[in-house]
């Protein structure tokens, strides 16, 4: 009996398995179609989502793209118009500085020596010398006369 049971078993085994290849044959193909309609039925949709979705937020999209450019050009004309102002005023204080030191010295000392004599000139009368201070200040303007530099010496 239970040698008839085994035979029995084997079988049964060998038919179901069969029967599975062939079942599973069958059903792979119609699986494969079935996968291959659902694959486009769902490709299809998203696409339809996706078109509808990038309509309505297209304009937010450009909208959003528009402001940010534009932010970013007032950045740059905001960083042109600080550079522009930095290099009028590096140009114009040092201007403005060396006319005031030019204009005091110019008013301020005027050298009192004669050029050509080398005498020293108050109020329209003469005098031999001046000062240290009244020479310095013809010096540093470049007037002094050769006669007074020789006379203090280089």
Request: some cysteine.
């Amino acid at each position: 009996m239970a040698l008839q049971m085994k035979q029995y078993n084997k079988k049964n085994r060998e038919k179901k398995a069969l029967y599975d290849k062939l079942y599973n044959e069958q059903n792979r193909e119609k699986m494969a179609l079935q996968k291959k309609q659902y694959n486009k039925k769902n490709r299809e949709k998203i696409l339809f989502y996706k078109k509808q979705y990038n309509e309505k937020n297209r304009e937010k999209i450009s909208l959003y793209k528009k402001q940010y450019n534009e932010q970013k050009k007032q950045e740059k004309l905001k960083g042109k118009k600080m550079h522009k102002k930095l290099i009028i005023i590096a140009i114009v204080t040092p201007l403005v500085l060396i006319s005031v030191v030019a204009g005091s010295v110019y008013f301020s000392s005027e050298c009192k020596y004669n050029p050509f004599t080398g005498t020293f000139v108050v109020d329209g009368k003469e005098y031999a010398h001046g000062t240290m201070k009244d020479a310095w200040a013809c010096a540093l303007e470049g007037g002094l006369p050769q006669s007074v530099i020789s006379r203090l010496g280089k």
